[in-house]
């Protein structure tokens, strides 16, 4: 496992070279989804620090008890949320990746209210047909930010946005895919000037080099770390 990380931030500072960006623009995190507790400690012991987990059911079985002996690991819920869920999951991460609907943010302020914490978001945005999750389009984004500038006492704190490329070898369709979340982050936030959306979430192990060459700031790797899945 050591070696494979190694391989991925050599290939994170190619790609920052090649874009003309800095190394530390960009943010490493192990998707540990069906990978156990000891996998996710040897990530831990080889540096890495911020894990993202898919499903509430499977972060609950799992991360309590490495949060607690591990302060300085972060955890994002970056796979689709339903609503009955949130309030299992608000008090495990520190982001939810996979803001897609109005309807989840007042929940997401609701459960956070409850236990008085911040919780930062990223809109999730369709910019693939693969990918069937995510704003479909950027007036329900504004109409999400809307609601959260109307709160008197905000638990939410948007801070970017994340999508998924189509599954494809095509570059070019890949690379669209990731140009369209930045052009719709760039566009929000010259509306939105009250907050700082300075997370672009895109790339995965088969596309992250290429994410990083649109502006990622955070790439979400789990088979190139992990291997193939356990179950």
């Known amino acids: 496992m050591k070696s494979r ?72 819920l970056i796979g689709s949320l339903q609503r009955n869920k949130v309030k299992n999951i608000v ?4 982001c939810i990746q996979s803001l897609d609907r109005i309807e989840l943010a007042q929940e997401i302020q609701k459960q956070c209210e409850k236990i008085n914490k911040k919780m930062k978001v990223l809109f ?5 047909e693969d990918s069937k999750s995510g704003f479909q389009n950027i007036d329900d984004i504004k109409t999400t930010l809307d609601y959260i500038l109307s709160l008197e006492n905000s638990f939410l ?17 890949i690379r669209k895919s990731f140009i369209t979340l930045r052009d719709i982050r760039d566009k929000i936030q010259k509306e939105y000037s009250d907050f700082n959306f300075t997370e672009l979430s895109m790339g995965m192990s088969q596309d992250y080099k290429i994410a990083i060459e649109e502006g990622s700031t955070l790439v979400r790797i789990g088979t190139a770390i992990f291997g193939e899945r356990k179950y």
């Open 91 to 94: 008090p495990l991460c520190s």
């Open 5 to 76: 990380i190694e391989t991925i931030l050599q290939n994170i500072n190619d790609a920052c070279s090649k874009s003309n960006r800095n190394f530390s623009d960009v943010k490493l995190m192990a998707v540990s989804k069906f990978h156990p507790v000891e996998e996710i400690l040897q990530a831990y012991n080889c540096g890495l620090k911020l894990f993202g987990e898919n499903r509430v059911q499977e972060s609950c079985a799992k991360f309590p008890e490495i949060l607690q002996n591990n302060t300085d690991v972060e955890l994002h």
């Open 124 to 128: 999730e945005v369709h910019t693939a």
């Open 157 to 173: 704190e948007p801070v970017g946005f994340m999508t998924m490329a189509p599954f494809t070898e095509n570059e070019i369709e």
